[in-house]
């Protein structure tokens, strides 16, 4: 099976830093889009940021200019670099990741288990 193990979450102060991890393990025969998304109590789910497998990015307005996301191909991980971090980043967030298993395979989504962002002073 895939599993996407999402880590760096914590407590930190407005006007910090944070960045989170997030790897793919299993069976992956090729990767393509990954990205982040959170949801903080109460709302929905919103896209954060995603890279293509051409290592195009695609950030939400919330987040731009603040948050920087990368990847490292060759261990299937995804990062998220934070700074300037607010009140309203407080979420939990969530690993993406679209790929195939096998070359003869569809590509499938695929979501990691969270990790809690929590900022406040």
């Known amino acids: 099976q895939v599993q996407l193990v999402e880590s760096g979450g914590g407590l930190v102060q407005p006007g910090g830093s944070l960045r989170l991890s997030c790897a793919a393990s299993g069976t992956i025969f090729s990767m393509n889009t990954m990205g982040w998304y959170r949801q903080a109590p109460g709302k929905e789910r919103e896209l954060v940021a995603t890279?293509?497998?051409?290592?195009?990015?695609n950030y939400a307005d919330s987040g731009k200019g603040r948050f920087t996301i990368s990847r490292d191909n060759a261990k299937n991980t995804v990062y998220l670099q934070m700074n300037s971090l607010k009140p309203e980043d407080t979420a939990v967030y969530y690993c993406?990741?679209?790929?195939?298993?096998?070359?003869?395979?569809?590509?499938?989504?695929?979501w990691g288990q969270g990790t809690v962002v929590t900022v406040s002073s």
């Open positions: 890279t293509t497998s051409g290592d195009n990015t």
């Open positions: 993406y990741a679209q790929l195939r298993v096998r070359a003869w395979s569809a590509l499938t989504n695929y």
